[in-house]
């Protein structure tokens, strides 16, 4: 039979199949065998994109007989445009329309952790472009969203240990890209034509530094659109520096470092508080010569202003070649705040661990932007797992604010018109508050 309309779109893997199979049942002692071979804790099937943590998931269903739509994906965890959603038919089917059998979470969280301890990667994306934490979340299944949660957070670790932390981002540009294949390349790609789009590139701190800025009343933007720094940030600042300065008598008079001037923000908050001293750690030649117009409220007329005994200054340069010399001044500080652009999180853990230590006063508090992995709300908690961990080794302890962001607009709409891609989806900012520890 020659008929293209009986031929199959691509071969069926029977022991892809049956590892998937054993998966959405529970079936632990049917599927461990299979799990020796190297590779099959992470197949995908070609359809759906479903690997077995997928599919185990899935087959718990929802927590609540509601499906979700659309917009209940939470914070960024989006479902495909196209609302795509046959691949989660199955989630119905296991779950039952009337939820008539309860289903066995510890059957399917000892499934899990078995999966993880055969290779089982945590971030892999299905068709509709969900991490199995996704699905887990979007199911209302919490205890396997947070099983998902600490096997990023022990993979990252891991990543961390050998020198390289993996970047961590929704999968957006490869979305658009049109690139659908699973990890083998065995599935089949709906090719259509396409205008040509502008490369994506990397954002680095190398290329940042050697980028043309614009400057605009909300928003800062590099040569490539990314937006360097948004206005949308101001409440989660103001938040910062209450709690890293509380407002009070007391809390004048104080020693302020900031890495990263961008818009200049935060530091026009610190500077209300009437520091002792305010030295500000700023690289980009584009911030630095508008640090230095005449009508700067941080030019040489600030700098003179401090008080007796104290100092205000701008560091022209990279914070890695700054701060040695302010280390080999004796310089404390009693808050620092670390915000920097195009650097990955192996720069922010060097910070707190090379450098806070020695520039923090013993009763001072560190703070830094959190936005990592904020494009998608499992990659955010995974890291925010890995970064208090790290905090610790480094004798620091971290307390946790919750600050309610909202919706900021999706991609090119709202507070990201003119931006070339969203660094914030999530609708809560957990804002981070250091200490040492003890």
């Known amino acids: 039979m020659d008929d293209p309309a009986f031929a199959l779109s691509a071969p069926i893997d029977e022991n892809t ?4 199979l054993h998966a959405s049942q529970h079936n632990l002692a049917a599927l461990k065998p299979f799990l020796r071979i190297p590779g099959n804790a992470s197949v995908q099937d070609p359809e759906t ?11 718990c269903g929802p927590v609540q007989a509601e499906t979700p739509t659309n917009t209940d994906a939470h914070n ?26 309860e289903v066995d979470i510890e ?19 299905d068709v509709a472009n969900e991490t199995p934490g996704c699905l887990a979340w979007r199911l209302g299944q919490k205890e396997l969203y947070q099983l998902c949660v600490d096997a990023g957070a022990r ?20 979305e658009e890209d049109g690139e659908n294949e699973d990890e083998n390349g065995t599935a089949e790609i ?34 490539d659109k990314n937006g360097v720094m948004m206005a949308w940030e101001t409440d989660i600042m103001r938040r910062t520096v209450d709690l890293l300065l509380p407002p009070s008598p007391e809390n004048t008079g104080k020693r302020i470092l900031n890495i990263g001037f961008g818009m200049g923000i935060i530091d026009g908050m610190f500077k209300e508080t009437k520091p002792l001293s305010h030295h500000i750690v700023e690289a980009h030649p584009a911030v630095l010569a508008k640090l230095a117009e005449p009508d700067s409220d941080f030019g040489s007329a600030w700098e003179a202003s401090a008080p007796e005994g104290g100092k205000y200054k701008i560091h022209a340069g990279r914070w890695q070649e700054v701060l040695p010399s302010l280390l080999e001044a004796g310089e404390i500080f009693d ?9 990955d999180y192996s720069a922010l853990k060097e910070f707190f661990s090379e ?45 946790w604010t919750d600050v309610e962001v909202g919706k900021l607009g999706e991609e090119g709409e709202g507070e990201w018109e003119g931006v070339r891609r969203r660094y914030w989806t999530l609708e809560v900012y957990r804002l981070p508050v250091c200490t040492f520890l003890g």
């Open 355 to 399: 450098f806070v230590p020695g520039l923090l006063d013993e009763g001072g508090k560190f703070g830094f932007f959190n936005g990592l992995g904020a494009d998608r709300r499992v990659c955010y908690d995974v890291y925010g797992k890995v970064v208090e961990c790290d905090l610790s080794e480094a004798g620091l302890d971290v307390e």
């Open 155 to 174: 993979a990252e670790m891991l990543l961390g240990l050998m020198g390289k932390y993996e970047a961590l981002n929704s999968g957006s540009d490869d």
């Open 76 to 101: 960024g965890d989006q479902i495909n445009g196209n609302g795509k959603r046959e691949l989660q038919e199955a989630e119905g089917d296991a779950a039952g329309e009337d939820q008539e059998e």
């Open 107 to 125: 059957a399917a969280k000892a499934v899990l952790k078995e999966l993880f301890m055969s290779g089982a990667i945590w971030n892999d994306l």
């Open 190 to 223: 709906e090719i259509e034509p396409e205008p040509e789009v502008e490369e994506k590139k990397d954002v680095n701190s190398e290329d940042y530094l050697a980028s043309e800025l614009k400057f605009e009343d909300d928003k800062l933007l590099d040569a």
């Open 49 to 59: 994109g479903y690997t077995p943590l997928h599919a185990a998931i899935a087959a």
């Open 335 to 343: 808050a620092i705040y670390f915000d920097t652009f195009g650097e």
């Open 17 to 20: 199949q049956t590892i998937l």
